[in-house]
């Protein structure tokens, strides 16, 4: 399995950035898809995750300014940053999570790949 992301780079504040992810290797079909980030010194953070179904969750710090989207054809994910903040700087990981119970957390649940990472920055 590779997820490959890319669409970082650097942007002033308020600007916006779209994060792309292929995902290969095998059917995500039953995979939620999903972008965490981390900034140096930091622990790694939950920004958005999709259900296949098209059921999104956001980390609170990003919420009404990130989009995620999915294209199940094409195994993609994407992440449109909006409104972007210095904060927002950080390396930003793909990942798919391997859906197992029918309630689902997309926020904690256990995530089985992960990309390479591609970096943000935002300036003031």
């Known amino acids: 399995v590779q997820l490959q992301a890319s669409g970082g780079g650097s942007v002033q504040a308020g600007g916006s950035l779209r994060l792309s992810c292929a995902a290969s290797?095998?059917?995500?079909?039953?995979?939620?898809l999903g972008w965490f980030r981390q900034a140096p010194g930091e622990d790694r953070e939950f920004v958005a995750a999709?259900?296949?179904?098209?059921?999104?969750d956001y980390g609170y710090s990003v919420k009404g300014r990130f989009s995620i989207s999915r294209d199940n054809a094409k195994n993609m994910v994407y992440l449109q940053m909006n409104g972007l903040k210095p904060e927002d700087t950080a390396v930003y990981y793909c990942t798919a999570g391997a859906i197992r119970s029918i309630v689902v957390d997309l926020r904690r649940m256990k995530y089985d790949y992960w990309g390479q990472g591609t970096l943000v920055t935002v300036s003031s």
């Open positions: 999709i259900m296949w179904s098209g059921g999104t």
């Open positions: 290797g095998r059917s995500f079909g039953s995979y939620a």
